[in-house]
């Protein structure tokens, strides 16, 4: 299972932890959120991921690949904003990055 940070405004995941038993624990503010690693590595902090616009969900089922701010979490089900993924590749491929994002349910 997995723990998923959704936007309030569009209901897009933007984080999504997977490996949490590698988590020692998840501290989630009005200003950030961050992790603590159990192996004792530097904690990783997500600036922009607030409790004011954002609602944790744990027990999440993930996707089979997840890409951030490309999939929306609506009642348990996964979806692909495709409009996102176009505008993504688009500017990839102006940038010279041969690899295109495909997030899958």
């Given at each position: 299972m997995a723990?998923?940070?959704r936007r309030k405004s569009d209901n897009k995941?933007?984080?999504?932890?997977?490996y949490l038993t590698d988590?020692?624990?998840?501290?989630?503010?009005?200003?950030?959120?961050?992790c603590t690693m159990n192996n004792g590595e530097k904690?990783?902090?997500?600036?922009?991921?607030n409790t004011n616009d954002f609602e944790r969900i744990d027990d999440v089922t993930a996707p089979t690949s997840f890409f951030g701010n490309a999939m929306t979490y609506i009642d348990g089900t996964w979806a692909v904003d495709n409009?996102?993924?176009?505008?993504?590749n688009?500017?990839?491929?102006?940038?010279?990055?041969?690899e295109q994002i495909n997030p899958q349910v």
């Open positions: 723990t998923a940070f995941v933007v984080v999504l932890l997977t988590i020692n624990n998840i501290n989630f503010t009005s200003t950030n959120m961050s904690p990783i902090t997500f600036q922009d991921v409009t996102y993924v176009t505008l993504v688009n500017q990839r491929a102006r940038m010279n990055i041969d």
